[in-house]
Structure formats: structure tokens, C-alpha cells
């Protein structure tokens, strides 16, 4: 595994300690190997194989996958062929390196643009893009690209972070600046709408708030990411620059977020029962006669 890490070692060679300290959070994400998992971490990829099982043999796809964290623990679940799709090659040399070091055959990283993929038609029968699509420069396109490569009766899964209430502008602002991307203030709905189409039914939505996290979670976090084998030899000053970058954009997160929450947003193509249910119900207290 050592010799497939090199690549973000390598990418921190060619940098300087100043240079470090002015790049935005996907650069810092490939050069650390961040895990960037979903709102929620593995619970959420797990919940979302549980509200759409995946029949054995049938190709699953993430898109955004980022360092691997869904793809493969989406793959150590299922008796079925995950494929990740990430605009950044350092990221997918990690993602096939920590794939094989498990033992987890079944995942296969790929570099493409969620916008154009590199996929037939009527592929997927599910399809994972968590909050990536907020990233992208035209989110319509890029949800219709999802819809094009997802296979009859599949389900597209979106975990979208959106805002609960309106964040300071500054705040705003500095998140737009350190993630290199527009961050429009969006809602619950927006996302569903966006989502929606014409023989597309809404299947599940689960709604979560996040919580603020201690000064010394986040140094303890930080500092757990850090640890890296490929991080280990770096220069004291690069590597202290690579610290205080992350923790920088941690301690950026956890303030916006607290003005956030997610859903569990789960949308079935083609759906045989669409019906709405006339009498709803909600989960019984505990204890209830």
C-alpha cells in the first residue's frame, strides 16, 4: 500500500508551507486522504442500503466518491459490483489502494465528471450522491445525468446539506471561499424539487440536525487524520502547515453546520405504487399502551 499512497506525498513535495496554507478543502481532502464521508458517516450509507436494498450482481455507483469512504463500505456490504466516480486522480489512487487493503474486490474507482459520466444508459439500480451535486456548477444537468445512467425501478439516494436557518453572510462567505464553490443558501424543498421528475417518486426522507462538536473533538479528530503513514515523513514545517489548514476548515464547518441539517433524500424511478397514503402515522412512544 505504501507505494500507491505516494501520490499525495508526492503532491506534497511539489508544495510550499505557504502554498499549504491558501488551498481549499477537496486539495487538502486528496493530500491528507480525509475520509469526507456523508452527513452521518457510515450510518447513513448503511440506512441507505437498508431503505433500498441492492439485488445481488446489480451495479451500484457513487458519485463523488471522493477518498472511498461510501463506495467501499457500500461494496463490504453488498454481493454486487460499486463503482466510485471522482474528478480527482490523487483521490481515486487512495480509494483503490484502501479498497485492496481490505480485501474489498467488488469496488472499482473512476475518474469522470458527475455532469458527463462515463456510463451507458439505464445502468445503476442505485445510484449514491450524497451532497456532491451542491458542488457542481449546474445542478439540474447533473441530476439529469444521474437519472440517465439509473436503471428502471433504481433508486437515486441525495444526502443534500441545507440551512436551517440563515447563516451570517461573512460566515457564508469564508465556507464558499475555503470549499472553492458558489454556496447558495438552500433549503429541504429546494433539493426535493430539484430531485423530482416526472415518474419519480419521493420513497424516503428522513431529516437530521447536526451538533456543534468540542474544541478538543476537533483537535482529536484532526489530529486522527493526520496520522497518516504517507504524512509521517513529511517536512515539520509542511506538515504543521497540512495541520492547521484541516483544522482551520473543521473548525469553519462545525460553525456553519450549526446552522444546517441533511436529509436522507431516497427517490425510486418508475415506482409501481406512487399513491399517497391517506392515513399517516408517526412512531409510538416507548411505553405506550
Known amino acids: ?33 480525509e475520509p469526507n464521508m456523508p452527513s452521518g458517516g457510515g450510518a447513513t450509507v448503511r440506512r441507505v442500503l437498508e431503505l433500498a436494498p441492492v439485488r445481488p450482481g446489480r451495479p451500484v455507483l457513487e458519485v463523488g466518491s471522493n477518498t472511498g469512504f461510501t463506495t467501499i463500505e457500500m461494496a463490504s456490504w453488498l454481493d454486487a459490483p460499486v463503482t466510485g466516480l471522482d474528478v480527482n486522480p490523487v483521490s481515486n489512487v487512495f480509494a483503490t489502494a484502501k479498497a485492496a487493503a481490505y480485501g474489498i474486490d467488488n469496488a472499482t474507482f473512476v475518474l469522470g465528471d458527475g455532469q458527463g459520466m462515463p456510463f451507458p444508459d439505464d445502468h445503476f439500480d442505485l ?7 451542491s458542488f457542481m456548477d ?24 441545507y440551512y436551517l436557518r440563515t447563516p451570517p453572510e461573512s460566515l457564508r462567505v469564508r465556507v464558499e471561499e475555503a470549499i472553492g464553490v458558489p454556496l447558495p443558501v438552500t433549503s429541504r424543498d429546494y433539493w426535493a424539487d430539484m430531485f423530482s421528475r416526472p415518474g419519480v417518486s419521493l420513497i424516503a426522507d428522513e431529516s437530521y440536525e447536526y ?9 482529536d479528530y484532526t489530529a486522527a487524520v493526520m496520522s497518516g503513514p504517507h504524512l509521517r515523513d513529511l517536512p515539520a514545517d509542511k506538515l504543521a502547515a497540512l495541520c492547521n489548514r484541516l483544522a482551520h476548515f473543521y473548525e469553519l464547518f462545525d460553525e456553519n453546520l ?12 418508475g415506482h409501481p405504487n406512487p399513491e399517497p397514503v391517506l392515513h399517516t402515522t408517526r412512531p409510538a412512544a416507548r411505553g405506550a399502551a
Open 1 to 33: 500500500m505504501h507505494d500507491v499512497l505516494s501520490a499525495p506525498a508526492d503532491a506534497i513535495s511539489r508544495l510550499s508551507a505557504a502554498e499549504i496554507e491558501t488551498l481549499d478543502f477537496s486539495r487538502v481532502v486528496a493530500l491528507t486522504n
Open 127 to 133: 445510484v449514491f450522491c450524497s451532497n456532491v451535486t
Open 138 to 161: 449546474d445542478h439540474a444537468k447533473a441530476i439529469n445525468e444521474y437519472y440517465r445512467v439509473l436503471a428502471p425501478l433504481g433508486v437515486l439516494a441525495s444526502v443534500p446539506i
Open 211 to 219: 451538533v456543534r462538536q468540542s474544541p478538543e473533538r476537533i483537535a
Open 258 to 269: 450549526s446552522y444546517c441539517g441533511y436529509s436522507i433524500l431516497l427517490f425510486r424511478s
